[in-house]
């Protein structure tokens, strides 16, 4: 099955996701659009050390190039669908709870909308 992935656009027309994909480096970007290719692939089958599931249906998509470390948060929608929330650029151990938080309220924004 093939999986379609959506970006997240907030109610004023900005892209968190963008966003963040603009402020990287252009190495950084290539591999997370690699990494995006990979889970358009495999998507809901795909696992660490590329994909985890942080909770409540929130996932990360897991890249690295050299030091850095980003992460790009999606959730799965109706069979082949998933969206992708926004990123970051981690700078600790685990996922901050305020990320985590962040996609749970762009879901429950773009299920609002988009859910009839």
């Known amino acids: 099955m093939a999986f379609e992935i959506v970006v997240y656009e907030r ?64 959730f799965f929608f109706e069979g082949n669908r998933i969206v992708i929330t926004h990123g970051f650029v981690k700078k600790q151990e685990k996922t901050p709870p305020s990320e985590i938080l962040r996609a749970k309220e762009y879901r429950a924004d773009w299920l609002r909308r988009n859910v009839k």
């Open 11 to 74: 109610e004023n027309g900005s892209i968190p996701f963008m966003e963040f994909l603009g402020s990287l480096s252009p190495k950084m970007k290539a591999k997370i659009l690699r990494d995006l290719d990979l889970l358009e692939e495999k998507g809901n089958t795909l696992r660490e050390p590329y994909s985890k599931h942080l909770e409540d249906g929130i996932f990360e998509l897991r890249t690295k190039l050299a030091s850095d470390i980003t992460r790009s948060l999606y």
